[in-house]
């Protein structure tokens, strides 16, 4: 059996203090599902999913197919891969927070003056969770991720909620120590020393960030790390909201300089972060995900036994919070899905049965950080390419010809390929990733040089105009390709996908109408996957 996570063992906890009659099992198989995938980096096979979970093929063949059909994984050979739909989950939660969008501009500025990584971290438990990171691209870089779960008593931040704690705080903590002094559990970080005084050692840490106001991370996590923190209080209750921290290594910062070096910059950012909490207007609901209960029935209607609707409906409650919708009340939750009162009222008694919402006085629910368990943490870091791959090797194989995608150097004279799909042809189109080619002859570079608002001359006017491009022999005698624009959150074009061909086995007629709508059908699945990853994290075009 696998080892035991933070997550397991308060799940276990919770399942200890006895199971509500109404939770609803294919739903906690489905979490359960999720979570493994995740821990495991994103992939499995089946069997080993089977061995993971504990539950029979036949469930996780179900459970699988019913997440592919909800575009949370895809089924590719005999391997589960966790895809970026299901960052929907978790962008559920970081857009009800709404931290992540108030204070995130900050943060980022921060990191960008200090050429430091800057994170945002809230509490979980005994453990902190990062909604936010800001990192520098350098081969000695900060590896955590949103969602990265680490223990409190190996973080600047968890000393600072910890002066926060309660008896019975402090006493779940303590357990959890004893059950597993290392800390292995925590599998973003490596484990740590098991030594006798390290409860004393925390708590004088967590006297330390009471006295001073920020905290100090002196390679708790692993040697050469260092970080400091400083925590972001709400202005109307005075507690913190999160806890903002600069990371470095002991080669650009010695720990003891810290409080000179970075302390005092973060405190400014810090300001400002506490700023905008006050200044900000309060959230307008974004639209509701209307029709998701019809669209459940429906695919049960279609895929039979194969599609666990109860385990559908679930995830969709999940998704009826977020910006404008921090809490729901059942009935709430019922007019946002479509679904009857009761079913989502079973729903958030399972999602509450396994910590990923918590219900309050008022009988309403809220997300908690553990929604980001499902999924985040191993596609929040994440690239461009990375995301259009799985999307190019389906155009490739669909049309049997080369698919690939490009970017425009900074001085615009070129581009240059970033990702590519081969065709199992004698005559093919060799893609090399990083190679480049002059973008005024390529379809790729004529559609990225046409996204501008300014004048251009005709041929790329009439680019801009037809939204996409098409190159006929120009580059090389017999070579046509299309080209269409790969457009961000914005609707600028950050990148731009083609199929090359041969023009003795395509026509221009041909590729208009045959390449160019699966060109077009394709883009739109990969700026799918770019706009859901990159509402809360960066996503890099190379």
Not at 171 to 188: K, L, M, N, V
Not at 518 to 539: G, K, N, P, Q
Request: aromatic letters at 4%.
């Amino acid at each position: 059996m696998p080892a035991m996570t933070a997550v397991d063992a308060d799940d276990r906890a919770r399942a200890g203090a006895g199971t509500p009659a109404e939770v609803v099992g294919p739903l906690v198989r489905g979490v359960g599902v999720l979570r493994r995938l995740t821990e495991a980096g994103g992939a499995l096979s089946a069997s080993a999913l089977e061995r993971a979970t504990g539950l029979a093929r036949s469930t996780v063949d179900r459970i699988t197919a019913t997440l592919a059909r909800m575009g949370y994984v895809r089924l590719d050979g005999r391997d589960v891969v966790l895809t970026p739909g299901v960052l929907e989950l978790g962008n559920a939660y970081l857009a009800a927070l709404r931290l992540p969008a108030l204070l995130g501009a900050h943060a980022d500025a921060l990191a960008d003056e200090l050429d430091e990584s800057v994170s945002l971290a809230v509490a979980d438990g005994d453990g902190i969770r990062f909604i936010h990171q800001a990192t520098r691209r350098r081969a000695l870089s900060v590896s955590f991720r949103i969602g990265d779960l680490l223990p409190a008593e190996r973080t600047a931040p968890g000393a600072l909620f910890a002066t926060e704690w309660t008896d019975g705080e402090w006493s779940r903590w303590r357990a959890r120590r004893a059950q597993d002094p290392e800390g292995t559990a925590f599998r973003a970080v490596p484990p740590g020393p098991a030594a006798g005084d390290a409860e004393a050692a925390f708590a004088e840490r967590v006297r330390r960030a009471r006295r001073d106001g920020w905290a100090l991370d002196d390679q708790l996590i692993e040697p050469g790390l260092v970080a400091v923190s400083v925590p972001v209080h709400d202005p109307g209750t005075g507690r913190p909201v999160c806890v903002a921290s600069v990371v470095s290594h002991t080669s650009r910062h010695a720990a003891a300089d810290l409080r000179t070096s970075l302390l005092p910059r973060l405190r400014t950012a810090v300001r400002a972060m506490e700023g905008a909490l006050r200044t900000a207007p309060p959230p307008a609901p974004g639209p509701a995900p209307a029709g998701l209960a019809a669209w459940t029935t429906a695919s049960k209607h279609e895929l039979g036994r194969d599609f666990v609707e109860s385990l559908a409906r679930g995830l969709t409650v999940l998704t009826a919070f977020g910006e404008g919708r921090p809490a729901l009340s059942p009935a709430e939750a019922a007019r946002a899905t479509g679904l009857s009162r009761a079913t989502a009222r079973r729903a958030l008694l399972t999602l509450d049965h396994l910590g990923l919402i918590t219900a309050h006085d008022d009988h309403a629910f809220t997300l908690t950080p553990r929604v980001l368990d499902l999924g985040f943490p191993p596609l929040a870091r994440t690239s461009l390419p990375r995301l259009a791959e799985p999307h190019l090797r389906a155009l490739a194989e669909r049309l049997d010809e080369p698919a690939a995608l490009a970017v425009l150097t900074p001085d615009r004279t070129e581009i240059q390929y970033t990702a590519g799909a081969g065709a199992g042809r004698v005559l093919t189109v060799r893609v090399t990733v990083g190679a480049r080619l002059p973008a005024a002859a390529t379809s790729l570079g004529r559609v990225l040089l046409a996204d501008t608002d300014g004048p251009l001359p005709p041929g790329l006017a009439e680019v801009r105009a037809l939204g996409h491009a098409l190159a006929d022999e120009e580059l090389e005698s017999g070579l046509r390709s299309v080209a269409v624009p790969v457009r961000d959150r914005t609707g600028r074009a950050v990148a731009a996908l083609n199929v090359a061909t041969h023009a003795a086995r395509r026509t221009l007629d041909d590729c208009a109408g045959t390449l160019l709508p699966a060109l077009r059908e394709t883009a739109a699945h990969i700026e799918r996957d770019l706009h859901t990853t990159s509402r809360f994290a960066h996503v890099p075009p190379t």
